[in-house]
């Protein structure tokens, strides 16, 4: 989500940070609606994560200063703080300088940044609609259980793979299993209320990732 030439260093730019969390945070608080204590812990990781990603992308390239100084002269790049070079998977595999390469790597990043996005608003409609009188399985629900987490999972595997740093992998795990328990906590919830039918919706539909063979649902 950014196209800054190799020579450009585009860092201490906190307006830019402060802005990019802002808009990310809202947007995701926007189609999850965080109401009860454990979905503000959930929230307080994803925020956590947004803030460590674009501390780094456009602030302070901790992870960069870190690696390099770890590597000494075995630094892949000599110039490791452009922006360009932030770009830590193609850095490693020797890419960093290919146009072809940083556009493929943010193009797919982006469909997956953008793809969750699209999914957690489809997800937000159909819940809203249904205003907690009925039990919705149809649209994106038809598929998984949860897509709006679906969604926070690919926004952060696409920020991964476009902008990786120490801290975020570190944190990416504590944030799945975050959601993974909150979402296991609203099933139990949502299992009072709808009985028998959310027991059978749940035999059938996935939680996470839509079914691409026969199975039991993740």
Known sequence: MHGEEAGNY??????VVVFNILLFI?????????????????????????VALFTEMYGFPLTIYLLSAWMG???????????????????????ADS????????VISNILILGGLYIMHNGWVLIHA?????LVAEGVYAHVRHPQYSGIFLITIG?????????????????????????????????????????EYRKRVPAFMP??????PL
């Open 159 to 199: 920020f991964l793979l476009q902008w990786p740093t120490i801290v975020t992998i570190l944190m990416w795990p504590i944030l799945m299993v975050a959601y993974y328990r909150l979402a296991m906590r609203e099933e139990r919830d949502v299992e009072k209320q709808f009985g028998h039918e959310y027991a």
């Open 99 to 106: 146009p072809m390469a940083m556009t493929v790597l943010h």
């Open 26 to 50: 809202f947007f995701v608080s926007s189609f999850l609606g965080p109401q009860k204590k454990f979905d503000w812990r959930s929230m307080g990781a994803f925020a956590a994560f947004i």
């Open 73 to 95: 002269k075995s630094y892949p790049v000599l110039n490791p703080f452009t922006h360009a070079h932030g770009h830590l998977w193609l850095v490693f595999l020797g890419l």
């Open 130 to 134: 249904s205003q907690g009188n009925r």
């Open 10 to 15: 585009a860092y201490g730019m906190w307006p």
């Open 211 to 216: 079914r691409l063979w026969k199975g039991r």
